[in-house]
T-cell receptor, first 110, second 114 residues
Framework: QQPVQSPQAVILREGEDAVINCSSS?????VHWYRQKHGEAPVFLMI???GGEQKGHEKISASFNEKKQQSSLYLTASQLSYSGTYFC???????????WGAGTKLIIKP | DAGVIQSPRHEVTEMGQEVTLRCKPI?????LFWYRQTMMRGLELLIY????????DSGMPEDRFSAKMPNASFSTLKIQPSEPRDSAVYFC????????????FGQGTRLTVV
């Protein structure tokens, strides 16, 4: 039931792009994305509520493909501040629990 | 608002002792969540409350764990008796309206049971 995130880790140079995927074996109601820096609390990025919906904030955006039961997080022109572990959380329905993926560790090098 | 406030930030205790973790959610938030994070198991939702009422505690690992929310501004997570495998970072989070809104996390309590 836990969503599968890929890749597990990625190392980039500043300015490069990255894609993080989150896949579920069950139909999804919504997908939540958070970033956590080492030793800190997770911080909200975005929630995708509808199939096919894309949301974005500056150079971080995400898509939600309801049919494929997956979501992708896009980081363009990555900055050093993007480093951290990215988690997706999936909700199967309004009365279900939020289940978290294992996380994708992103390392940005100057 | 100061955000979600957790105490203590660090707790070291001996196996068998009772441990109480505390959380003050953001004022006006209707939902409160308790999470546990470990390297092995990742981020796990233990229990969540809506308007002070426990809604889903299926993530609570054992009867040794209990959580209460006596009022809208305070919640506790208690482990009695504690065991070394309970060592983890425990996060409290709150959100405004539902499971489908942004959750604000506290800074966490790092619990070490020796």
């Amino acid at each position: 039931q836990q969503p599968v995130q890929s890749p597990q880790a990625v190392i980039l140079r500043e300015g490069e792009d990255a894609v993080i995927n989150c896949s579920s074996s069950k139909a999804l109601y919504s997908v939540h994305w958070y970033r956590q820096k080492h030793g800190e609390a997770p911080v909200f990025l975005m929630i995708l509520l509808k199939g096919g919906e894309q949301k974005g904030h500056e150079k971080i955006s995400a898509s939600f493909n309801e049919k494929k039961q997956q979501s992708s997080l896009y980081l363009t022109a990555s900055q050093l501040s993007y480093s951290g572990t990215y988690f997706c959380g999936t909700l199967l329905g309004s009365n279900y629990q939020l289940i978290w993926g294992a996380g994708t560790k992103l390392i940005i090098k100057p | 608002d100061a955000g979600v406030i957790q105490s203590p930030r660090h707790e070291v205790t001996e196996m068998g002792q009772e441990v109480t973790l505390r959380c003050k959610p953001i004022s006006g938030h209707d939902y409160l969540f308790w999470y546990r994070q470990t390297m092995m198991r990742g981020l796990e939702l233990l229990i969540y409350f809506n308007n002070n009422v426990p809604i889903d505690d299926s993530g609570m690992p054992e009867d040794r764990f209990s959580a209460k929310m006596p009022n809208a501004s305070f919640s506790t997570l208690k482990i009695q008796p504690s065991e070394p495998r309970d060592s983890a970072v425990y996060f409290c989070a709150s959100s405004l309206e539902s499971l489908n809104t942004e959750a604000f996390f506290g800074q966490g309590t790092r619990l070490t049971v020796v």
